[in-house]
């Protein structure tokens, strides 16, 4: 009885996507997604995911929603699992109704994953009072997905590929107002992808330039963050387009190969190129393991690149984004579980200094 | 006067183009084209040059026609220079009027160096009164184009890189009948390329992925003499498509980049993966370094291959190519340099093992 009158312990948390421009690709273990490469992103504002984490006591199992969808089961049982981390390391067992909304499109092809298990994790471990430094939480969030271990901070980031669970976790690089770049995800093909980011790194493994891939990594992620450091752009832009084809190199040579370009992708790469070439807008092209296209350029570009890039045959529609700030507590009802903290928590990089670590 | 009444010294050759099934991408000596690598390919019919080549004692200059129309100076001189060879080595310095017919459009993206070389150092060799082995013949049209020491001999064949000028040459791996495969070349683009194949492996030394495709070369040649050997179409589709991924590997990751695929590249690339996992006509891609699709095929699919072919948006037309047959002789008149040797001569297969060896 009692029960429909109380408010439920709950928080909401806000995550952005991120953009990497030294890719993760590949695993050193495949459970814990400790990676076999360090990677740096930016993270992104427009492209966010806003979840609610609401612990029910007597809820028989846990739900999921996505997008006002309930979300199937290979996802329920990815989010539960995400879960059951948290609720071990509070020891709380109760399930939990997680109501999780993205900021684009389902099935736009833009990867929810690190948004959403950063979200996840952040909103999880405030409801269950565990009061977490970043780098607990980036490495909680690199469990539920590896690249969400990025997503836990804004600006500029690097994820450190440690060697263990332990030492594998983001860092900050560069603020969000250190450089001020966008990026374009020009929207290619919002198919759904035959080959996961989890059997491509897996498949990483059997490409014979994968380890020629690693032995360039450790000299690119130095390149890509005294680029980032100075704010060189063409350098900055040479290196992402150097590096966002090692990960598809490695990924179409893999055993089976995975051919993630589409026409339209491949247009967008020409076109790019041509553009620059003949003194038009500058941006620079990076592709996680899917057909998208990430245009990186410098905002004073930005709308004449949009614009052209709306022209190239195989874009169907573009996402405009700046850099996103860190993951933070956007709402929260501690109350009923006695945690006295029911004002809003931020993990913004206004209280990033201030965080307990454990 | 009386040169306007006598028939000058001349012989017509054709040579077949040829498709890699392992490809050439790299040189050990760029002067001389001795390779980095062996490889392995299949001579065409349909996409053939025939070459006359005309002996003028008293033409001021080497003359060269391509397809009706003057060619321009660059391919002047790098036929005249190959003519320098062939002239040192008979001690004859006489001009020569070249008249070279392509079977397939100018510029439509075929290559013609292989076939326009092996036909220009069999014709010229033959005027010049030298009688050369396939080997020899071979090794100097390697000198004009290294692709064309492929193009001296029919059905399958392999050049054996050596590492020196005298051992870099062909040999047949099997002859045009083994095997009725078909070559349906599907035309993407007929934009003149960027970077030609010279540039193209002058920077193969540049990517940081040559060194592992020049580590998995030798398997792949002997897993692709294998699948040849026992007619095994599945097997060898697979390695074809690796093998061209590879070398574009090399191309898009060389520094700087250079990515021959256009929309409709990737477009056929991913029609046949599709067409086959659904049990559609069975087709396997290979590229060179250009933005054209070979599509090799058993011919019981070649049909209906060839119409799906041509629906697929970004390819503009198809050439159909069965396996073609040795570079010869088609017409000759030696006489005035007293050669008597004025019947028509032939390199084909019928008397490939009647050949004086030097």
Redesign the interface.
């Known amino acids: 009885m009692y029960k429909t009158l109380v408010t439920l312990p709950r928080a909401t948390a806000i995550a952005g996507s991120n953009i990497a421009f030294v890719k993760y690709w590949g695993n050193l273990d495949d459970t814990l997604n400790v990676p076999m490469n360090g990677s740096i992103s930016m993270t992104l504002d427009a492209a966010h995911t806003i979840t609610t984490v609401e612990f029910h006591p007597d809820l028989p199992a846990d739900e999921l929603t996505i997008n006002g969808q309930p979300a199937d089961w290979a996802a329920v049982k990815r989010a539960s699992a995400h879960l059951d981390r948290i609720r071990d390391l509070a020891r709380k067992y109760w399930s939990a109704r997680i109501i999780s909304t993205n900021s684009f499109p389902t099935g736009a092809g833009i990867a929810s994953s690190a948004s959403g298990f950063a979200a996840l994790t952040l909103a999880a471990t405030k409801v269950l009072g565990l009061n977490l430094s970043k780098s607990e939480l980036s490495r909680i969030a690199r469990l539920g997905s590896g690249s969400a271990s990025r997503s836990i901070d804004g600006g500029f980031v690097e994820w450190q590929p440690g060697g263990r669970h332990e030492d594998s976790h983001a860092t900050p690089l560069a603020p969000a107002n250190h450089w001020d770049l966008v990026d374009i995800i020009a929207i290619i093909s919002t198919e759904h992808k035959k080959v996961g980011s989890s059997m491509g790194h897996s498949l990483a493994h059997t490409s014979?330039?994968y380890?020629?891939?690693l032995?360039?990594v450790q000299v690119m992620l130095q390149s890509v963050r005294r680029a980032i450091k100075e704010k060189n752009f063409t350098a900055f832009g040479k290196l992402i387009?150097?590096e966002a084809?090692?990960l598809h190199?490695s990924a179409?040579?893999s055993?089976p190969?995975v051919?993630y370009?589409?026409?339209?992708?491949?247009?967008l790469?020409?076109a790019l190129?041509r553009w620059r070439d003949d003194g038009g807008p500058v941006g620079y092209f990076t592709m996680d393991a899917g057909p998208n296209v990430h245009v990186i350029a410098q905002r004073k570009h930005a709308a004449a690149l949009q614009e052209k890039i709306l022209n190239v045959?195989?874009v169907q529609d573009t996402l405009f984004c700046g850099i996103g700030s860190a993951a933070r507590i956007i709402d929260s009802d501690l109350h009923p579980f006695g945690y006295g903290d029911s004002h809003v928590a931020s993990l913004g990089k206004d209280t990033q200094n201030r965080l307990p670590t454990r």
């Open positions: 014979p330039f380890q020629a891939r032995g360039t387009e150097e084809i090692s190199v179409m040579s055993r190969s051919l370009w589409q026409p339209g992708t491949v247009a790469m020409q190129r045959q195989g």
